[in-house]
Nanobody
Framework: QVQLVESGGGLVQAGGSLRLSCVVSRRTLISPYSMAWFRQAPGKEREFVAVISWSGAVRYYAVFVAGRFSISRDNAKNTVYLQMNSLEPEDTAVYYC?????????????????????WGQGTQVTVSS
């Protein structure tokens, strides 16, 4: 069974920063996988934020990220990160990490939540104005 556990959310003022982490755990050896971050604000649909391939060489971001967020990973720690800078109140949402067991994912598939196999429980990010 694969488990994804997010952490690092919290309350921050506009313009501030947060770093989210997502740890992937599994009892058996883990095959190469791509990891993504999604978010869902109250009353809104879930939306894609960023994705990173197994090697880290391929990364895609949502347009609204606009250079403010950076996704990275440490495979030795089975952990993926989302560094979020210049946060805005519109970034307030529950942030979820998701996993797909492929080395890399196409840009067209990356933003589709249905392409991912496992999801975490989410971590709340609240940005005050």
């Amino acid at each position: 069974q694969v488990q994804l556990v997010e952490s690092g959310g919290g309350l921050v003022q506009a313009g501030g920063s947060l770093r989210l982490s997502c740890v992937v755990s599994r009892r058996t050896l883990i095959s190469p996988y791509s990891m993504a971050w999604f978010r869902q604000a109250p009353g809104k649909e879930r939306e894609f934020v960023a994705v990173i391939s197994w090697s880290g060489a391929v990364r895609y971001y949502a347009v609204f990220v606009a250079g403010r967020f950076s996704i990275s990973r440490d495979n030795a720690k089975n952990t993926v990160y989302l560094q979020m800078n210049s946060l805005e109140p519109e970034d307030t949402a529950v942030y979820y990490c998701a996993r797909k067991e492929v080395r890399t994912i196409s840009k067209s598939d990356a933003s589709l939540g249905t392409r991912y196999d496992y999801w975490g429980q989410g971590t709340q990010v609240t940005v005050s104005s």
